[in-house]
């Protein structure tokens, strides 16, 4: 009985293996390649091709995928350094890098896939880049002038990936740890700087308040000399022109005596004279009308 029971299960076995294998067959002969991700197919293990996000069909057994990621990564390192005073420093530094979508394929078959590009290639080139550009920089320099030492490190990045399949940007040096006693020279000193151009603005504005006050005085002055020079030009002129009609007025009396006679008869009232001066021996006459009784 336990035989036929053994068997029967053999055999049921049997019968179900190719189902089974089918099934697998049908579930292994597809792959989703997600957005943001390029897939290599590799047959027995040798990366033959990429293919783009979508619904994608393979050999089962024979074929797998490996997934790629050409979004933007970013990779960040803490490493110590030297100013260029030798002042021992730390500096927190991360660095933006993106695959070429296009180049997927062949930065897997040389490198093997994304983290051992990091391992192998990328990290110790970004290490090397910010070590060698940070002790170009004094202290105080370097926690000012950031964005300096900033492009430094960018444009010796870019010269030792400039032959990768990939594109590295957006360097940030996100932290700066130097010798607390620094520190507070540094802030002492800025304070000192910071009060010393307070007190430069404060003369500066005073200077412009007097020169303002100058100005201001000389436009006055200017005015009032206007305001003269006008006045003293119009009697100038009323002058002159008096001058020139009074001139005028004694050529014509001259050149023509009707003109005293006729300003004479313009000014007379319209009586007669009282009395008469004669001259010689004529005497005084009474003009004056006789008064009847």
């Known amino acids: 009985m336990d035989n036929f029971k053994g068997q029967l299960n053999t055999s049921l076995v049997l019968k179900l293996l190719p189902l089974a294998a089918i099934v697998l067959a049908v579930i292994s002969s597809y792959y989703i390649v997600i ?8 047959r027995f293990g040798e990366a033959k091709t990429q293919q783009s996000p979508g619904l994608h069909f393979k050999m089962p057994f024979i074929e797998s995928v490996e997934m790629i990621e050409v979004r933007t990564r970013k990779n960040a390192e ?3 350094s030297s100013t260029k005073e030798q002042m021992p420093v730390t500096v927190e530094v991360s660095v933006n890098w993106t695959v070429n979508k296009e180049a997927a394929l062949d930065l897997y078959k040389k490198y093997g896939g994304l983290n051992q590009f990091e391992q192998r290639i990328l990290d110790p080139r970004f290490r090397s880049a910010t070590k060698d550009t940070i002790p170009q920089f004094e202290a105080e ?9 900033i492009h430094g490190i960018e444009r010796r990045l870019s010269e030792e990936m400039a032959g990768f399949p990939v594109v590295v940007d957006n360097i940030q040096i996100e932290n700066i740890v130097l010798p607390q006693k620094y520190i507070n020279s540094i802030e002492i000193k800025q304070t ?16 412009l308040e007097a020169l303002r006050e100058v100005n201001t ?26 001058a020139e009609a ?35 021996a004529m005497p005084i006459m009474d003009m004056r009308p006789s008064k009847t009784p």
């Open 35 to 42: 957005e943001g991700h390029v897939g290599v197919v590799k």
């Open 78 to 80: 803490k490493m110590a």
């Open 217 to 242: 005085a000389d436009a006055k002055a200017k005015g009032i000399l206007k305001i003269a020079e006008a006045e003293a030009q119009s009697i100038l002129l009323k002058g002159k022109a008096e």
């Open 246 to 280: 009074i001139e005028a007025k004694a050529k014509a009396l001259k050149d023509n005596p009707l003109i005293v006679k006729l300003t004479e008869a313009q000014g007379w009232d319209g009586k007669l004279p009282q009395t008469i001066l004669g001259d010689g």
């Open 192 to 207: 000192e700087k910071n009060l010393a151009a307070a007190e430069e603005h404060k003369l500066e504005r005073q200077r």
């Open 141 to 149: 320099q370097l926690i000012q002038d950031r964005a300096s030492a």
